[in-house]
């Protein structure tokens, strides 16, 4: 009766990777994918990812390989914006590839901490 008791209150409890999706505000929509700060990434920004990835990723779903092009994703958004060349067609500018990369660190640091194989 107690163990049955407990598990029902430790259910309302958040456990430390809901709470950090709460204060990162990062949400898992089942049919849309990542919602980052209220940006739908894989609506949005996939067309980003695709450019920065070098085709590699158009998706932001797979976490473990967003994770593993990031560092490459990281130096091709720091060399735009160092020169200034922004690419016209996907609209980029100094500050939405600043906040493109806030995001990829959102999620990397979500996955660096709850869904990577430890």
């Given amino acids: 009766m107690f163990n049955k008791l407990k598990g029902w209150f430790d259910r309302s409890n958040p456990d430390a990777e809901s709470l950090y999706m709460q204060e990162q505000n990062i949400y898992l929509d089942a049919d849309k994918g990542y919602v980052v700060d209220g940006i739908v990434l894989n609506q ?6 695709d450019y920065f990835s070098n ?3 158009n998706r932001f779903d797979n976490l473990e390989q967003l994770y593993l092009k990031s560092i490459l ?3 091709k958004i ?3 914006i160092a020169t200034g060349n922004y690419l016209k067609r996907l609209n980029n500018n100094e500050e939405n590839l600043k906040q493109f990369k806030h995001l990829i660190e959102k999620l990397n640091q979500y996955y660096r901490m709850f869904k990577r194989d430890k």
């Fill in 73 to 75: 994703i990281n130096e």
């Fill in 78 to 80: 720091d060399l735009e």
């Fill in 55 to 57: 085709r590699k990723l």
């Fill in 44 to 49: 949005e920004l996939s067309e980003r990812l």
